[in-house]
């Protein structure tokens, strides 16, 4: 078996992906403080207007792999931002749905166009892509494994993303 105290190789690229992704992460919420919002919350309403625009806070912390805690506090912020609302589930009381209001939906469409990770991404071609993802996602995998699938399996956000044309009303 590898011995991954001694192993540096492995540290390495984990510091390179985490400061890479940190890197990234800022540029991208430089890019969403403009529409007044953080790329959390950019996500979120990205979340609420894919999954239907009728979501419990559960969902949301599912998709976005945040504490439930974390997820209410931040509707919280978005509810006193008017860009969602939250109403009692009619089908059951101790459940909440949240949606996206005019102005939350407005902002999402403003926010859509993420530049700043176009731009970073450009640097790879298609082929290198497809290849950094299925790193990625392999390496994703064994993690949620590690965790004992304490989060549910990653579903990618094209795999969410609203057609174009099919905006929410």
């Given amino acids: 078996m590898k011995d991954y105290v001694s192993d540096y190789n492995d540290y390495d690229l984990w510091v390179l992906l985490s400061r ?6 800022e540029l991208r919420e430089v890019e969403c403080k403009q529409f007044g919002i953080s790329r959390h919350q950019v996500y979120i309403l990205f979340i609420i207007a894919s999954l239907g625009n009728n979501v419990t806070p559960t969902e949301v912390s599912r998709f976005t792999y945040r504490k439930k805690s974390s997820i209410s506090e931040m509707l919280k912020r978005m509810v006193n931002n008017g860009l969602v609302t939250k109403t009692k589930d009619p089908d059951n009381n ?5 949606s996206l209001t005019e102005k ?3 902002v999402y469409e403003e ?7 176009d731009k970073i991404m450009s640097v ?3 082929k290198d892509r497809q290849q950094l993802q299925s790193y990625l996602e ?3 995998e064994k993690a949620r494994v590690e965790l004992s699938f304490e989060r549910e399996k990653l579903v990618l ?7 174009p044309g099919k905006a929410l009303k």
Avoid: D, F, M, N
Wanted: glycine share 2%; proline share 6%; charged share 20%.
């Fill in 20 to 25: 890479t992704y940190t890197s990234i992460a």
């Fill in 94 to 98: 101790s459940q909440v749905r949240v």
């Fill in 104 to 106: 939350g939906l407005q």
């Fill in 111 to 117: 926010s859509r166009p993420r530049k700043s990770i």
């Fill in 124 to 126: 790879l071609s298609e």
């Fill in 138 to 140: 392999i390496l994703q």
């Fill in 157 to 163: 956000p094209s795999k969410l993303a609203l057609k």
